[in-house]
């Protein structure tokens, strides 16, 4: 096997399981508990990498059987086989749950890799699109990061995902701060200072206040709003959990779309 394959193999192979994992702790708190608001952004954001992941394994080709069986999860089927409603959030993690199941057997063939598409054979992943952002310059740069962000969630490096996701929060809510005008800022209420001299909490803050983006970042956890504090320090083990750093990133999701509404 070619060795650019075997390493892409892997990549998604490790990629699986870890929405493997994640998705049956969240069938277990949905079984717990299906109406908890938590767990169903929890759940969103799990379907959303889900998605990210099939969608390159076939190649972005929606009729890849992969593509196809993803698709069909969401939908509950009446007795004469068509699509009829949505089906349960448990049963759709249930049947995403198979359908990753699925990818990983196919991977793990002996044809190479039989689930990867010709396309995504050699595709770079998508980058998540910033075209929101008024600084040409600065959407690269989010990004890479962004997609940086996502693999050291899945790789189980908590810090470093909250730190990322912070970053970028702190980088699109300060773009959409300048384009608006210090100026106008001023007459809303914000401190005369430069935006550069502000905290993060008070860029957050004035964003709100000026109605760029709405009370997501409510949620942020204490260690996300300190996120700089501990940017260029060792952080001991744990001090920055699983739930922070998915917290975190499911609200620069939140902002985003605040930003950007067509999205």
């Known amino acids: 096997m070619d060795e650019t394959l075997r390493v892409q193999i892997e990549t998604y192979l490790s990629r699986l399981g870890a929405l493997i994992s994640r998705g049956r702790q969240l069938r277990d708190k949905l079984a717990a508990d299906p109406s908890n608001p938590s767990v169903i952004a929890e759940t969103r954001a799990w379907q959303e990498d889900c998605g990210v992941t099939i969608n390159q394994l076939s190649g972005g080709s929606k009729a890849h059987w992969l593509a196809r069986s993803f698709s069909q999860g969401f939908l509950m089927r009446s007795e004469d086989g068509r699509a009829a409603e ?39 992943p998508a980058p998540r699109r910033f075209e929101f952002v008024h600084n040409a310059e600065l ?92 940017a260029d320090v060792e952080v001991s083990s744990g001090m920055v959990s699983e739930r922070d750093a998915r917290t975190a990133g499911q609200v620069l999701n939140v902002v985003m779309r605040d930003l950007d509404p067509g999205r």
């Open 86 to 124: 949505g089906a349960a959030p448990a049963e759709i993690v249930t049947r995403l749950l198979d359908v990753l199941e699925q990818a990983v057997a196919s991977l793990t063939q002996t044809e190479e890799g039989a689930v990867i598409s010709a396309s995504s054979a050699t595709a770079q």
């Open 139 to 230: 959407r690269p740069v989010v990004e890479q990061a962004y997609i940086d962000g996502r693999r050291a969630l899945e790789q189980g490096e908590y810090d470093l995902a909250l730190r990322t996701s912070c970053g970028i929060l702190e980088a699109i809510v300060t773009d959409a701060l300048e384009h608006k005008g210090l100026s106008t800022l001023i007459a809303l209420g914000a401190p005369s200072e430069k935006i550069a001299e502000w905290s993060f909490e008070t860029r957050l803050t004035v964003a709100e206040r000026a109605g760029l983006i709405r009370g997501g970042c409510a949620r942020l956890p204490a260690v996300a709003r300190a996120y700089r504090d501990h």
